[in-house]
Nanobody, 120 residues
Framework: QVQLVESGGGMVQAGDSLRLSCAAS????????TGWFRQAPGKEREFVAA???????KYADSVKGRFTISSNNAKNTVYLQMNSLKPEDTAVYYC??????????????WGQGTQVTVSS
């Protein structure tokens, strides 16, 4: 099993920045890809960004150029740097990990989520 713990959420104003962290523990050697998703009130969960532990990343169009996903393999941690935040970025952000490196494959493990609130 793999456990994921998110941190770094909070309440900020539009234009501010936040960095989310996702720390993995357990059978981390089985993880090949980690992603961030978000869910706003009354909306479905949506993909934000993903990174392969080997190389390569992917972003949703809505966050391209503003968000950056990165990883520290030694710390088993993935980060989501969020710049130029907008009120529409308000959501609970979830970290997810997959045993499959293909970007389209399902995720096997999920964190509990961290709240990000952006005020105008």
């Amino acid at each position: 099993q793999v456990q994921l713990v998110e941190s770094g959420g909070g309440m900020v104003q539009a234009g501010d920045s936040l960095r989310l962290s996702c720390a993995a523990s357990g059978r981390t050697f089985s993880i090949y890809r980690t992603g961030w998703f978000r869910q706003a009130p009354g909306k479905e969960r949506e993909f934000v960004a993903a990174i392969k532990w080997s190389a390569g990343d992917k972003y949703a169009d809505s966050v391209k150029g503003r968000f950056t996903i990165s990883s520290n393999n030694a710390k088993n941690t993935v980060y989501l740097q969020m710049n130029s935040l907008k009120p529409e970025d308000t959501a609970v952000y979830y970290c997810a990990a997959s045993r499959n490196q293909l970007f389209g494959a399902p995720y096997d493990y999920w964190g509990q989520g961290t709240q990000v609130t952006v005020s105008s």
